[in-house]
C-alpha cells in the first residue's frame, strides 16, 4: 500500500483522510536488479504475482518514480524508516514456498511545502 501520510507518523489512518495513492511506481528487486515494476491501484495497493519457488531467495520491494501528481513537489518517505531495504526505504523479504504471501509492503509518503 503506498498512501498519504498526512500527519507523517508513518501509520495510514483512512478515517483522517489518508487514502491510497495511485499510480506510484514500484519496484521488486532481486540480487540488486529489478525484476518487475507495478504501478499502485486507485487505492494504493500493488501486488507482485507469479514469483515461482526456484528455493530461498531475499527479494526487495522499493519505491520507484511518483505519479505527475506528486513529482512537483518535494516529497518525505514516512513509512518505513530505517527499512531493510533499498537504502532504509523499502522492505526486504524472503520467498521459498508458491502459496506465500508478504503482506509488510506499507509506504507512508507526504508532501513537504
Request: charged share 10%.
Amino acid at each position: 500500500m503506498v498512501f498519504e501520510d498526512l500527519d507523517g507518523n508513518g501509520v495510514q489512518d483512512i478515517f483522517s483522510g489518508e487514502l491510497g495513492i495511485e499510480g506510484w511506481t514500484v519496484d521488486l528487486r532481486w540480487n540488486g536488479e529489478v525484476i518487475a515494476t507495478m504501478m499502485s491501484g486507485a487505492d494504493g495497493s500493488f501486488v507482485f504475482g507469479n514469483l515461482g519457488n526456484t528455493g530461498s531467495l531475499m527479494f526487495e520491494v522499493c519505491l520507484g518514480a511518483p505519479p505527475l501528481s506528486w513529482s512537483a513537489g518535494r516529497v518525505t518517505q514516512t513509512l518505513p524508516v530505517g527499512g531493510s531495504a533499498c537504502s532504509g526505504a523499502g522492505y526486504a523479504f524472503p520467498f521459498n514456498n508458491p502459496f506465500m504471501t508478504w503482506s509488510v509492503n506499507n509506504f507512508g509518503e507526504q508532501l513537504v511545502p
